[in-house]
């Protein structure tokens, strides 16, 4: 009977190891990588756009697609954490968990921004 009430979660889940395009999922560093390689683009772009309605659309539109790649890319390096040592992962990722919830507001904000200015 105490056997029964110990049920083991399983936990093995077995997660497709192609894209839906036929590509390779990156593993934990890469996705670290890529994530941070995104936010410099992000950073060195976002000046670039204008100030007119159009210009402002496709900041909102760029802003939006951007933080949603690296929501992405941190579920999927979360996902395959396993690949890196302990230590090694905290450190290459801590300061991706620390922007997680800033992009989730950039998203809100700039969908905002682009319902306010589409409309």
Partial sequence: MLQEIRMKFNSNINLPQ???????????????????FLLVIGRFLNPLFGFEQIQIITGSLFNIVLNISIIILTINLIIKRKQLPKIQFIFLNSLLFIYLPIAFYFIFNYAKILMFVWF
């Avoid at 192609?18 to 934990?28: C, P, T």
């Fill in 18 to 36: 192609k894209s839906v395009f036929g590509f390779e999922i990156l593993s934990s560093l890469q996705s670290s990588i890529s994530c941070y």
